[in-house]
């Protein structure tokens, strides 16, 4: 069933240079104009399916989050139709509807009077929002006196506690603390697991293709693509708005994320056990990853993901997906990944290792570690990016 529809939509602003210049065209006798017009959104047609996890990318600017805004009803459509079949809770501005003066607890009931919610109902998922919120006794404090944190805490708790029909999820996982983020991950998977439709908006890739199996890209208000190959139209996006890199040297990006797991290094060994970056095509050997566990943790995984010159995602392992369980006790520790055959034909490919929590959505390490190996062939052996192993015979 079709739960969400638009058609023909557009959302177009005037755009002025001067402030005076909107006076002068409201008092214009001629009916000069005195504005550009800027098209957010231009000529969208979008169909959302009931139960879809549908995952919005684009570049800031985009028209991801004014799209968003015209399903919630928050942004009027200048051109085009929009219909909604269901109740909305959209994670965008997170508590807009907040009275200030009231505490958390009367704006838990302000909330659920503006989605249509009877007391008796918001009474009932009252502690269920106080306990998750987890913001101690604040909640009997007036908002105005709340750090931002517990603000966005306290929202957050309040819009996905209400059992939406459609969640609207725009970079949620900036919320709160990494326990915090984990807890409204586990959320937002319970939703999903009900068969609530959820449009979810992040520029953090990982997220869309763990939760996502609809992906959209939209560019200067425009949808480029539209489709269920997350992995493929992930990969045409990334190669749009990250240059290729010139400088190989080893980076490292920081990443907002806690302080339980520290990568120390990642490098190659080859079957010597001699550090290099320059391998031979089929030839074995080793990623070695020295990493610290520096507080208590339940569980995490590791990863190494591979990109080619031209930053197709060609190859992405972990322990997880390999069942392989690593040392997650206190203190330092090192973790091998040996290719028994590295196939993939002569190039130079930028290698990441990184260390995730078990939902495999929010990094637990300090750093993402990353380096440039160069594979290299003393002649040609075949077109594209692997050299796959076979072998030519006669019939007759």
């Given at each position: 069933?079709?739960i969400?529809?638009?058609?023909d ?23 000069k104009n ?5 098209y957010?959104?231009k ?58 003066e ?34 101690g006794?604040?909640i ?21 506690n209400?059992e ?15 326990a ?6 586990q ?25 996502c199996d ?5 560019d ?5 693509e ?24 080893t ?15 990642t490098?190659?060994v ?71 055959g590295?196939?993939?034909y ?7 290792s ?5 939902s ?37």
């Amino acid at each position: 069933m079709d739960i969400i529809k638009i058609k023909d939509a557009s959302k177009v602003y005037r755009l002025y240079e001067k402030p005076i210049d909107r006076i002068k065209e409201a008092f214009s006798i001629s009916g000069k104009n005195y504005h550009r017009n800027h098209y957010a959104l231009k000529n969208i047609n979008l169909t959302i399916k009931s139960g879809e996890i549908t995952g919005f990318v684009g570049k800031n600017g985009a028209g991801k989050s004014t799209l968003l805004k015209i399903i919630t009803g928050v942004t009027e459509l200048t051109e085009g139709t929009v219909s909604v079949d269901g109740r909305i809770t959209a994670l965008l501005e997170l508590g807009t509807a907040f009275n200030p003066e009231y505490t958390g607890i009367q704006n838990i009931f302000l909330y659920g009077t503006m989605m249509g919610l009877s007391r008796t109902t918001m009474e009932s998922k009252l502690q269920e929002i106080i306990d998750f919120a987890d913001i101690g006794e604040f909640i009997h404090n007036q908002v105005k006196t709340y750090s931002s944190g517990m603000f966005s805490r306290l929202a957050f708790a309040v819009a996905i506690n209400v059992e939406p029909d459609i969640l609207i999820a725009d970079e949620i996982l900036s919320v709160g603390d990494t326990a915090f983020q984990n807890k409204c991950i586990q959320k937002m998977k319970s939703l999903m697991e009900m068969g609530k439709t959820v449009l979810f908006v992040s520029h953090d890739l990982h997220s869309i293709k763990y939760f996502c199996d609809r992906i959209i890209w939209l560019d200067n208000g425009s949808i480029i693509e539209d489709g269920y190959d997350i992995v493929g139209i992930l990969d045409r996006y990334e190669r749009n708005i990250l240059p290729n890199r010139s400088n190989r040297k080893t980076e490292v990006m920081q990443s907002s994320v806690s302080d339980l797991v520290k990568i120390h290094n990642t490098y190659f060994v080859n079957r010597e056990g001699e550090k290099v970056s320059r391998f031979t095509v089929g030839e074995q050997f080793d990623i070695i990853i020295e990493y610290e566990i520096l507080g208590e943790i339940d569980d995490c995984f590791f990863g190494i993901g591979m990109k080619n010159s031209q930053t197709v995602y060609v190859n992405g392992l972990n322990t997880k997906l390999d069942g392989f369980k690593p040392d997650i006790t206190l203190g330092k520790h090192v973790l091998k990944l040996s290719y028994s055959g590295f196939n993939l034909y002569k190039d130079i490919y930028t290698v990441w290792s990184v260390c995730y929590n078990p939902s495999g959505t929010v990094v637990l390490s300090d750093y993402i570690m990353k380096d440039a190996i160069e594979i290299v062939s003393d002649r040609e052996l075949c077109e594209g990016i692997t050299n796959i192993e076979h072998r030519w015979s006669k019939i007759k």
